[in-house]
């Protein structure tokens, strides 16, 4: 038996080693952005709506007459 036997067989079984880790990497990768993104995402709606000074879902305009204070949640 020479390695020209086993060379094919070698290759095959790293190909798919290579094709395994790939798929598992994107599998966990898409988690964890899925995951990050959850987190962002109100910070960035937030940042966006205190940019462009309407609110990104029901396009209400801020007031710039009173804004929210710590401890007061808009109630008088």
């Given at each position: 038996m020479s390695i020209e036997t086993y060379a094919p067989l070698v290759t095959a079984i790293?190909?798919?080693g290579l094709l395994v880790g790939?798929?598992?990497g994107r599998?966990?990768?898409k988690q964890?952005?899925?995951t990050l993104g959850f987190a962002y995402a109100p910070l960035e709606m937030r940042r966006?709506?205190?940019i462009k000074g309407t609110c990104i879902t029901c396009g209400r305009k801020l007031s710039e007459e009173s804004p929210p204070q710590a401890g007061?949640?808009?109630t008088n």
């Amino acid at each position: 038996m020479s390695i020209e036997t086993y060379a094919p067989l070698v290759t095959a079984i790293f190909c798919l080693g290579l094709l395994v880790g790939y798929l598992w990497g994107r599998k966990d990768g898409k988690q964890e952005g899925f995951t990050l993104g959850f987190a962002y995402a109100p910070l960035e709606m937030r940042r966006q709506v205190l940019i462009k000074g309407t609110c990104i879902t029901c396009g209400r305009k801020l007031s710039e007459e009173s804004p929210p204070q710590a401890g007061n949640l808009g109630t008088n």
